[in-house]
Every structure is written in C-alpha cells, then in structure tokens.
C-alpha cells in the first residue's frame, strides 16, 4: 500500500505525493533521510519526518516506542483536543479546563505497514526546486472541430 507523503518546505508550501517507499519502514520519527530513498526525482534533498498516521487517523508519538497502538494518559499536546468532547457545541470557550487528563489511544513512533500518512520537512534542497518537480503536467487540449458543418 503506497503512503501519503505531505512535504512542507519553509516557505510554507506544502507537496503531495503517494509513492511505495519500502526505505521509509522502520525509521522513526524525527529521523532524517535522503530524498532519493522516495523518488529519484529528489536527489540531493535531505528530509525530517515530522508526524505519521495510520488509515484509522491515529497519530504516531515520540515518545511511544515500537510499531503498534498503545493507550496512553494525555494532558495537552499532540492527540488531544482542547475540549473534551462531553462539553458540546453551546460551551465552546478556548479555555482548557485545568489538569484535564484523557486517556488516548496513539501509535509508536517507528514506521510500518500500518501507518498511511507521513508528513516531512525539507532540512536541505537538491538542484531541482520542489515546484518543478511537482509541477502538474500540462494537459494537451483536444484538437477543435473545423468550422464546416455536415449536412
């Protein structure tokens, strides 16, 4: 199954791309890789892999080691929204309640099978920008019928 691969550069713009890329299993995250290990297209780029997810939309943490899914107490951060959901719609204040904990269920931090999303960020550019490499293909127009009319 191909990943999902979200490549985000500093200038905010951010690529799509869905490719199998068998190097990519077993890293972590916060790991970096050489761009040719996605696609010979991106020789000399240098990449950092920021967050994964799986088809199921769990997110993977840091500081969960191993492959599979783990129920984990979560205060503030990364897989926890910022109002619980028994609150509803009318309640809908910014504020966190204070020493509000869930217990969450997240992914381990090395990649696998599982996981159909990875997010990246560019550390160091290639030659070629990532905007003509993604560039979409410019699509041939069909020819326009000539001006004679058929009796």
Do not use: C, W
Request: no cysteine; charged share 35%; glycine share 10%.
């Amino acid at each position: 199954m191909p990943f999902k691969i979200n490549i985000s550069e500093k200038s905010g713009k951010t690529y799509k791309l869905e490719a199998e890329a068998p190097g990519l299993i077993g890293k972590e995250l916060g790991q970096t890789f050489q761009g040719k290990e996605l696609n010979p297209d991106l020789e000399g780029y240098e990449f950092e892999i920021t967050g994964t997810s799986d088809k199921s939309g769990f997110t993977s943490m840091e500081n969960i080691d191993g492959v599979g899914l783990k129920k984990v107490l979560l205060s503030y951060e990364k897989g926890m929204k910022t109002r619980p959901k028994h609150e509803g719609k009318k309640t809908r204040s910014k504020k966190k309640p204070k020493g509000l904990r869930l217990r969450k269920t997240v992914r381990g931090k090395v990649i696998s099978e599982a996981i159909t999303q990875i997010n990246i960020k560019v550390l160091k550019e290639g030659n070629k920008k990532l905007a003509d490499i993604f560039k979409p293909a410019e699509v041939e127009k069909p020819a326009e019928p000539s001006g004679e009319k058929k009796k």
